[in-house]
């Protein structure tokens, strides 16, 4: 048998009617080159990419030993240095890369080793560059253990592969030789990856996840911060969101009043029975009442009862909401919109704490928390005479804004899942290109508007995935819109529009360079070239 009969379909064994991949009786899995990379991604992201280098290397070893045990099995071949020639048949059929042996030297007295050979194709380049990683200096850690683990089995002394150049013009280039023979340092990394102390860094990793968690909620009372994604709540991972939680939180143990602002459809009331939810009020009521929807009359004996009698209609004594939500919250939905002379009653009774029905004399004490919310715009109401200034600042003791869907753009996703899983269980999820437009329409309906369209798209999208003619039209409208709007104001010269996109999205980076040539699929320093001209310009 000669390394260049070998082939990987010989020893591969496909059974998939019972889900099974065989080489020798190992188990084989297919998938795909960039999850391995992305994977890597989230280790070296947490270990550091200098930690990590040993313990990508050993996965490589591991399989490349196993291949060499695998193949010395199966063949006889003719001396141990056909036997690794093999090995870098394997290693370019396994589809890690294309491997070139251009060099072998194993001394008669097996003392010394040295061969090298370049790679071509190599996955991990690939994935490299497909993720856009930064810059890290040689990447192919799996393709060097993949060697050293075939070479250390069938030299039966361990061989350390090491990297000399990475994807220069088009390749890599590798050496092999013997650990001892690469002195201190080789034989240092070759440890590491044998030895590597995974359990003291998960212990630090540990250490720093519960101290960043613990940042992120101040715990009140006895609450974990697993409280914060209470079943009323919906997922979040934006910064803006978290601070709302955080002072949802912090007003929850006082007895404030609190005024939620924020457009429509952010999800006030979401917030406001969260903070009842999380308060020690939580076992009693939380009555919400919108103030928009009721005429005047029956809004007053809405929320301040009334007795029999007192007007046309009235036949039994009613008890109002301030009353019946006794020890719990109120919620008073778009107080910007209620009359004068209801705003009257109410801060008198909120002053007073204590209110007389309509058509009553005696008066009853009010015990509940008080949470209003609206999206009109309370000082510029308060300047054009139509809210009370004295009810404001009795409202307004805690005030929460809730940001705008647009403004918490990385939520958007995780929300549309929420409802996509709560609509349609069974969906096969969102295009690339839905996601695409889920994240970037402006979303003036918020998330209300972002649920209606999750249920009418599963709706439309039966079971298949959602695609993009799923959508209501005004979305992917906007989509196409947007590319285009300001540019059509003027036409600009391909250069000036060069420029604007280039300064807008250095803007939108917040003038992190880095940042805004990851974004811009360019060099840092072309990017840097380019910034240099324009502001020479
Ligand atoms: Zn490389």
Redesign the pocket.
Request: aromatic letters at 10%; charged letters at 25%; one cysteine or more.
């Given at each position: 048998m000669k390394p260049s009969d070998f082939s990987i379909i010989d020893v591969l064994d496909f059974q998939p009617d019972r889900g099974l991949v065989e080489l020798e009786n190992r188990r084989v899995l297919i998938f795909d080159g960039n999850i391995l990379m992305e994977l890597r991604r989230m280790i070296v992201e947490n270990l550091g990419w200098k930690e990590c280098q040993p313990v990508i290397f050993h996965y490589g070893y591991e399989v490349g030993n196993m291949d060499a045990k695998s193949l010395g099995q199966m063949y006889n071949w003719e001396n141990k240095e056909e036997w690794f020639q093999a090995g870098t048949i394997m290693q370019t059929q396994r589809g890690f890369c294309k491997t070139i042996l251009s060099y072998l030297a194993f001394s008669p007295d097996e003392r010394h080793l040295m061969f090298r050979g370049r790679?071509f194709n190599?996955y991990?380049?690939d994935s490299h560059k497909h993720l856009k990683l930064t810059d890290t200096g040689?990447?192919?850690y799996v393709?060097c253990g993949y060697l050293s683990g075939y070479a250390s089995y069938c030299f039966d002394r361990e061989v350390l592969v090491q990297?000399q150049e990475?994807?220069h013009r088009q390749h890599?280039s590798f050496e092999g030789r013997f650990v001892e023979e690469w002195g201190e340092p080789g034989i240092k990394f070759m440890e590491a990856s044998k030895d590597y102390d995974l359990q003291h860094k998960y212990a630090q990793l540990n250490k720093q996840m519960a101290a960043r968690r613990s940042q992120k909620v101040p715990k009140n009372k006895d609450e974990q911060t697993e409280d914060i994604t209470t079943p009323k709540m919906l997922p979040f991972r934006s910064k803006n969101m978290s601070r709302v939680l955080e002072m949802a939180h912090q007003v929850a143990n006082t007895v404030a009043n609190v005024l939620i602002t924020g457009e429509t459809g952010v999800g006030k009331e979401v917030i406001a029975n969260f903070i009842h939810s999380v308060s020690p009020k939580t076992t009693s009521k939380f009555l919400p009442i919108n103030c928009t929807a009721l005429p005047l009359t029956l809004l007053e004996s809405e929320l301040f009862g009334h007795v029999k009698g007192s007007f046309t209609g009235a036949d039994r004594n009613k008890r109002g909401l301030l009353i019946e939500a006794g020890n719990g919250t109120i919620f008073l939905d778009e107080i910007g919109d209620i009359a004068l002379s209801i705003q009257a009653k109410l801060l008198r009774a909120l002053q007073e704490k204590k209110v007389r029905p309509v058509g009553g004399n005696t008066e009853l004490p009010i015990m509940a928390r008080i949470i209003a919310s609206t999206n009109r715009n309370l000082e510029e109401l308060m300047r054009e005479g139509k809210f009370r200034a004295d009810l404001y600042y009795r409202l307004n003791v805690f005030p929460i804004h809730v940001p705008a869907l647009r403004e918490r753009r990385d939520d958007i996703l995780p929300i549309a899942r929420h409802f996509l899983s709560k609509y349609a269980p069974a969906s096969l999820g969102f295009s690339p290109q839905v996601a695409h437009i889920l994240e970037n329409y402006e979303w003036p309906g918020n998330v209300r508007e972002l649920a209606n369209a999750v249920e009418r798209a599963s709706i439309l999208a039966g079971k298949q995935k959602i695609q993009l003619d799923h959508l209501p039209p005004a979305l992917t409208v906007s989509d196409q819109a947007c590319v285009f709007n300001h540019v059509t104001d003027d036409w600009p010269s391909l250069e000036e529009l060069d420029q604007k996109y280039i300064l807008s999205v250095l803007d939108h980076c917040e003038g992190k360079k880095m940042k805004a040539a990851e974004l811009l699929g360019i060099g840092a320093n072309t990017l840097w070239r380019k910034l240099k001209k324009y502001q020479t310009d």
């Amino acid at each position: 048998m000669k390394p260049s009969d070998f082939s990987i379909i010989d020893v591969l064994d496909f059974q998939p009617d019972r889900g099974l991949v065989e080489l020798e009786n190992r188990r084989v899995l297919i998938f795909d080159g960039n999850i391995l990379m992305e994977l890597r991604r989230m280790i070296v992201e947490n270990l550091g990419w200098k930690e990590c280098q040993p313990v990508i290397f050993h996965y490589g070893y591991e399989v490349g030993n196993m291949d060499a045990k695998s193949l010395g099995q199966m063949y006889n071949w003719e001396n141990k240095e056909e036997w690794f020639q093999a090995g870098t048949i394997m290693q370019t059929q396994r589809g890690f890369c294309k491997t070139i042996l251009s060099y072998l030297a194993f001394s008669p007295d097996e003392r010394h080793l040295m061969f090298r050979g370049r790679w071509f194709n190599s996955y991990e380049v690939d994935s490299h560059k497909h993720l856009k990683l930064t810059d890290t200096g040689p990447v192919c850690y799996v393709l060097c253990g993949y060697l050293s683990g075939y070479a250390s089995y069938c030299f039966d002394r361990e061989v350390l592969v090491q990297e000399q150049e990475c994807f220069h013009r088009q390749h890599c280039s590798f050496e092999g030789r013997f650990v001892e023979e690469w002195g201190e340092p080789g034989i240092k990394f070759m440890e590491a990856s044998k030895d590597y102390d995974l359990q003291h860094k998960y212990a630090q990793l540990n250490k720093q996840m519960a101290a960043r968690r613990s940042q992120k909620v101040p715990k009140n009372k006895d609450e974990q911060t697993e409280d914060i994604t209470t079943p009323k709540m919906l997922p979040f991972r934006s910064k803006n969101m978290s601070r709302v939680l955080e002072m949802a939180h912090q007003v929850a143990n006082t007895v404030a009043n609190v005024l939620i602002t924020g457009e429509t459809g952010v999800g006030k009331e979401v917030i406001a029975n969260f903070i009842h939810s999380v308060s020690p009020k939580t076992t009693s009521k939380f009555l919400p009442i919108n103030c928009t929807a009721l005429p005047l009359t029956l809004l007053e004996s809405e929320l301040f009862g009334h007795v029999k009698g007192s007007f046309t209609g009235a036949d039994r004594n009613k008890r109002g909401l301030l009353i019946e939500a006794g020890n719990g919250t109120i919620f008073l939905d778009e107080i910007g919109d209620i009359a004068l002379s209801i705003q009257a009653k109410l801060l008198r009774a909120l002053q007073e704490k204590k209110v007389r029905p309509v058509g009553g004399n005696t008066e009853l004490p009010i015990m509940a928390r008080i949470i209003a919310s609206t999206n009109r715009n309370l000082e510029e109401l308060m300047r054009e005479g139509k809210f009370r200034a004295d009810l404001y600042y009795r409202l307004n003791v805690f005030p929460i804004h809730v940001p705008a869907l647009r403004e918490r753009r990385d939520d958007i996703l995780p929300i549309a899942r929420h409802f996509l899983s709560k609509y349609a269980p069974a969906s096969l999820g969102f295009s690339p290109q839905v996601a695409h437009i889920l994240e970037n329409y402006e979303w003036p309906g918020n998330v209300r508007e972002l649920a209606n369209a999750v249920e009418r798209a599963s709706i439309l999208a039966g079971k298949q995935k959602i695609q993009l003619d799923h959508l209501p039209p005004a979305l992917t409208v906007s989509d196409q819109a947007c590319v285009f709007n300001h540019v059509t104001d003027d036409w600009p010269s391909l250069e000036e529009l060069d420029q604007k996109y280039i300064l807008s999205v250095l803007d939108h980076c917040e003038g992190k360079k880095m940042k805004a040539a990851e974004l811009l699929g360019i060099g840092a320093n072309t990017l840097w070239r380019k910034l240099k001209k324009y502001q020479t310009d």
